[in-house]
């Protein structure tokens, strides 16, 4: 039997945290088994909601869309690096990630993940879980330069906090701007025992869309 690890976060609509001004999830049910004879519900969520990929074209006009990036891509070997050190509102540069343990396993077409613990904060009162560390733009270029085209993180982006300003999303632009890929909502990073796992990340595969919900399971 697998041993697999769940990285996804469930999508639970009396449970999860969204931007404010963003589309909330909504699941209602249309037929149940004992009027019905059987149980359907509608679902509307937005593109980036709960743990997510953002394709390209989220930030970028003429960006590939998630119907049409790769499938190869985020699904291999990943490598875990811990930064749980890190505080809220901490930058995490590229000095930082080549001192992490581990750093010198990052390879051309490996899959990214950064481990900053934040996750636990997920759905919690208050602001607490946008407050998280965030990315410089140099680790954007720096691992696009080094053939990594996929990271994933377990807070709600790599860029400083949605809810505050400036909101010019630099390790946005320049990742999804050299065609990486974009894991946000990421859990349960702290269960994987080893550096390098295997992991999947594919998406819903939604046609036109600038991003979508994952089911995220890694190998222990």
């Known amino acids: 039997m697998m041993d697999l690890v769940d990285l996804s976060h469930p999508l639970d609509p009396e449970r999860m945290s969204i931007p404010p001004g963003l589309p909330q999830l909504i699941s209602c049910p249309i037929a149940t088994v004992p009027k019905d004879g059987f149980s359907m519900h509608t679902v509307s969520f937005g593109s980036h ?9 989220h930030f970028i006009a003429d960006g590939k869309s998630i119907d049409q990036i790769s499938l190869s891509a985020l699904v291999g070997v990943a490598l875990v690096l811990d930064f749980t050190h890190k505080g809220p509102k901490e930058v995490i540069t590229w000095v930082d990630i080549t001192q992490s ?30 407050d998280h560390p965030y990315l410089s733009l140099d680790v954007a270029e720096q691992l696009i330069a080094r053939g990594v085209s996929v990271i994933g993180v377990d807070c ?37 025992q080893r550096p390098k796992v295997m992991v999947n990340l594919l998406p819903i595969n939604l046609v ?10 890694a190998w222990k």
């Open 208 to 217: 036109g869309c600038d991003g979508a919900p994952v089911r995220g399971i």
């Open 101 to 130: 343990p581990h750093a010198d396993k990052i390879e051309p077409g490996i899959i990214l993940l950064l481990h900053t613990g934040w996750s636990k904060y997920w759905a919690a009162t208050g602001q607490i879980y946008w």
């Open 156 to 192: 709600a982006s790599p860029d400083r906090s949605l809810l505050e300003p400036p909101w010019d999303f630099p390790f946005h632009r320049s990742f999804l701007g050299h065609g990486g890929l974009i894991v946000e909502n990421l859990t349960a990073l702290g269960e994987l």
């Open 49 to 57: 909601t709960g743990t997510h990929i953002d394709a390209p074209s």
